[in-house]
């Protein structure tokens, strides 16, 4: 898992990541200008699922003692929030929650548990009544006494088997050695049980992708995103499969991303993306380019994620983002303006294959 960073080290590595400035749109996105608080206790990392009925599901963890996971439900299109349920463990500390709605409605829900410095665990747990109450259902993957496992992601795959990633250090001690690779497991009974370990994105030596999330394209193809740290300064990328479960390898990076790339894709086919430097961008093109909005709906926060909560909105939830930089979970909702957009130029990430990075565009 990539240490936290210095707010100062953010600032200078996005300074100098390529930018693309120059194709900014004005008012691509009109976003709030005042959040709604999904929590202002200590806490950090939400991740949210829309549930059968339309409403909102979202757990984050709040971390005073216990560290534990805080489950809260939307009625309202994320504008008020309550309490559902909570899930903790005897002894260990609970973060990096994942929410997923399986084809027969039972939530998902994976997370990181440990005891730090001596053992980790990527865990899922079921709910069969919308979040209330949740029961434990099976280990993912631990340590292996080698290296921590972090930053689990759900996603239910297209033949409704459920994909786990998650971002493992059990490798680093091999050879050749893998500081970090992201991982993938199946399983193909709901969850109860997984299938062998999938290497994902992986390279060699100082490399360490991590923090998956995906978006599906149009023809079966999803679309994975993650970070690469140690080498790349933390730098979104994006890598393409027809099935989920086979990936070719480190793909194009994403322009104006540092730390924790979050997308997703909309009904008329954008694509929204940002990461820890706050920046918006977005895809008309199913990837193959991006437009940079240059807006920054927050001055603070980390930890984005970003959700669809109508035919033309937006959300973004983001973690410490008050408007002093209070601790919680803040969100705000942005309002998409097509016109603006069509009338951008985007710029091209996409390079031509080589025998490092097999995988070119959508």
């Given amino acids: 898992m990539v240490n936290r960073i210095t707010a100062l080290l953010v600032c200078v590595v996005a300074c100098c990541i390529p930018s693309a400035a120059q194709q900014s749109v004005t008012q691509a996105v009109t976003w709030t200008t005042q959040s709604v608080v999904l929590e202002s206790d200590f806490s950090t990392w939400a991740r949210m699922v829309q549930l059968r009925d339309g409403s909102w599901l979202a757990a984050y963890t709040v971390t005073d003692s216990p560290q534990r996971i805080r489950l809260k439900r939307s009625f309202d299109s994320m504008r008020t929030w309550q309490f559902v349920s909570e899930v903790s463990e005897q002894g260990r500390i609970l973060d990096n929650p994942s929410l997923a709605l399986r084809p027969d409605g039972t939530v998902l829900l994976g997370i990181r548990s440990e005891i730090t410095g001596q053992s980790y665990w990527i865990e899922t ?140 894709g909309l009904k008329n086919g954008l694509i929204f993306a940002t990461s820890n430097s706050k920046d918006i961008i977005v895809s008309t093109d199913f990837l193959n380019s991006w437009i940079d909005t240059r807006q920054h709906p927050f001055v603070y926060g980390v930890w984005p994620a970003l959700y669809q909560t109508g035919p033309n909105e937006i959300a973004l939830v983001l973690t410490g983002a008050g408007d002093q930089g209070q601790t919680g979970e803040y969100i705000r909702f942005g309002t998409i303006n097509e016109a603006a957009l069509q009338a951008g130029n985007a710029v091209n990430p996409c390079r031509k294959p080589t025998a490092g990075r097999p995988q070119n565009c959508y």
């Fill in 125 to 264: 747990y079921t709910s069969q009544d919308n979040g209330n109450t949740f029961r434990y259902q099976s280990q993912v993957d631990w340590d292996h006494h080698q290296g921590g496992v972090y930053e689990p992601y759900l996603y239910v795959l297209p033949d409704g088997s459920i994909a786990c990633f998650y971002t493992s250090e059990v490798h680093k001690f091999e050879t050749p050695a893998y500081s970090q690779i992201l991982s993938e497991k199946v399983s193909t009974d709901g969850g109860e049980t997984w299938g062998p370990e999938i290497w994902a994105i992986s390279q060699p030596g100082e490399a360490r992708p991590g923090e998956a999330n995906i978006v599906p394209l149009p023809g079966g193809v999803l679309a994975l995103f993650y970070e690469i740290c140690g080498t790349e300064n933390c730098i979104g990328h994006v890598s393409y499969s027809t099935d989920g479960v086979n990936w070719p390898g480190i793909g194009p990076a994403i322009l104006n991303t540092f730390q924790d790339v979050q997308a997703v």
